[in-house]
């Protein structure tokens, strides 16, 4: 279809969805006076709004559509289990099969790292919820280790953890912190490993990889070590703008948190089912995570589902030591929301879509986007597997950026959107997150698309005499 969709009528749709829809992260009014875009249909990793406008969608709708729309096995898959058991709660002894299928195969392809394993899974409906119950099972493993004073969990400015009262507070994002009296208490936050924003003058990556994770030990010896219970942070920070800490950054977070006993968290909501080139991201960087948070592409996006795979170090103590847990959600183990994501995990291993990210598409990208580095405006391209982050500088050479007030971020993805490409911009920075199905060919017109976005906007700059 490209053109107008004549079922739908945009201007009601419109007027209802300012009159009632109140929309998330969104000036409501604003938005109330500009009119949402509709979309209307998607296919593969395209996708239409209701004028027959068709956009490709390089951010796998948020973070989470890795084998792409349509796919007929995740609807038919849908559609089995709710005409079988569309649903029962898991709270009273009972199970469902999907549940206990999907546990069993997480546990499988999450791989052990130094004898320590992930054989149990708790469920939710999303990557907030999950990290609420990562709270609740990190205090509750401390007070059951005789260590009720352990609790001060640690994340990262500009991390970003979901948007519930735990979710918004584990995070760093200083926006969420502004509103509804946040962080929560015991909640503390360490900087993150921006390279660009926070090397010093002539240091070297690698250098400022091992001071960024020394501040969390500093963080743990201000605080006292006695009192702090966890750290939390993305393998690649993903909504911070593709945040990709250098290669020295884990390996130094792991002598910390293992010489002060804490637990890590590793927040796979983005980064997990393949977008690494991995089943999990841990294991490209080699850390070892004690509390594992999934969401998003679990399901491909195509129905909510998030959990938690806990580590062997707190599920013995939660199991053996821990009588009733007092926390869940009814969603949890949602039979329906399981089969699409056994569905959707069935598709991710017959297309051998991990491999190919990591042998053939994530290098691709990267090749793709060393390329586009070379723009006049990028002052910085850097990949990781399939996620990538373009640096937009008003000087490349003394890296200069744009004064308040020019949001060159906007200005591109007005761009981006007026021809048919979705990209997201933080900041100054454009990022990128495609569909896991695409191939090199896909990636190179998702790169032209780029060019030639990147190219209106310094058109744009240089006309305005703001470059
Ligand atoms: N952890 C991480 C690492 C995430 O990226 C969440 C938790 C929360 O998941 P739920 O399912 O509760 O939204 C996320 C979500 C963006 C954007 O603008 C990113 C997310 C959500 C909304 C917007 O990039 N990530």
Redo the contacts with the bound molecule.
């Keep these: 279809m490209n053109a107008p969709d004549k079922a739908i009528d945009i201007e009601t749709i419109q007027a209802q969805d300012a009159a009632h829809f109140l929309h998330?992260?969104t000036d409501f009014k604003d938005l109330a006076s500009r009119g949402s875009k509709v979309i209307v249909k998607a296919e593969g990793f395209y996708v239409w709004d209701a004028e027959g406008n068709k956009m490709l969608d390089a951010m796998s709708g948020?973070?989470c559509v890795n084998v792409g729309y349509g796919r007929e096995e995740l609807a038919n898959a849908a559609r089995n289990q709710m005409m079988k058991l569309p649903y029962y709660n898991s709270f009273f002894q009972t199970t469902n099969v999907p549940a206990v299928e999907l546990a069993t195969r997480l546990a499988k392809l999450a791989p052990a790292v130094d004898g320590r394993t992930f054989e149990h899974v708790f469920y939710s409906s999303?990557?907030?919820?999950?990290?609420d119950s990562n709270v609740r099972m990190v205090r509750r493993y401390w007070d059951l280790m005789g260590q009720p004073q352990r609790k001060v969990i640690i994340g990262r400015v500009n991390g970003?953890?979901?948007?519930?009262m735990a979710?918004a507070s584990l995070g760093g994002m200083s926006g969420m912190h502004a509103q509804g009296d946040l962080p929560i208490p015991n909640i503390k936050h360490i900087d993150q490993p921006y390279f660009f924003d926070k090397a010093l003058p002539g240091e070297l990556e690698a250098d400022f990889g091992v001071r960024a994770a020394g501040w969390l030990e500093a963080k743990i010896v201000e605080l006292g070590a006695d009192t702090v219970a966890a750290f939390i942070a993305?393998p690649v920070q993903?909504?911070g703008g593709v945040i990709i800490a250098p290669d020295t950054y884990w390996p130094e977070i792991q002598r910390i948190v293992d010489k002060y006993g804490i637990l890590l968290i590793s927040?796979?909501?983005?980064c997990a089912f393949g977008r690494l080139g991995h089943w999990f991201a841990y294991e490209k960087f080699g850390y070892k995570p004690d509390l594992i948070?999934f969401?998003?592409a679990v399901t491909s996006g195509y129905i909510?589902l998030?959990g938690v795979m806990v580590g062997d170090r707190v599920a013995k103590v939660l199991i053996e030591q821990g009588g009733e847990f007092n926390h869940g959600y009814t969603y949890s183990g949602h039979p329906v929301a399981c089969a699409v994501a056994l569905a959707n995990l069935d598709v991710m291993e017959q297309e051998g879509l991990v491999d190919r990210v990591r042998t053939e598409t994530g290098p691709y990208l990267a090749q793709v986007f060393a390329q586009l580095g070379e723009h006049p405006l990028v002052g910085q391209a850097e990949t990781c597997g399939m996620m990538g982050a373009l640096l937009l500088l008003k000087n490349k050479t003394t890296g200069e950026v744009f004064p308040e007030g020019v949001d060159v971020g906007m200005m591109c993805r007005t761009h981006c959107f007026d021809n048919g490409l979705i990209m997201?911009a933080?900041g100054n920075r454009m990022i990128v997150a495609p569909p896991l199905i695409m191939r090199s060919a896909d990636i190179d017109e998702l790169a032209q698309r780029i060019k030639l976005v990147l190219d209106k906007t310094l058109e744009q700059l240089r006309a305005t005499g703001q470059i």
Aim: charged share 20%.
């Design positions: 998330p992260f948020l973070w999303s990557g907030s919820e999950s990290n970003y953890h979901g948007s519930t979710g993305e993903g909504a927040d796979e909501v983005i948070t969401a998003k909510p998030g997201r933080v």
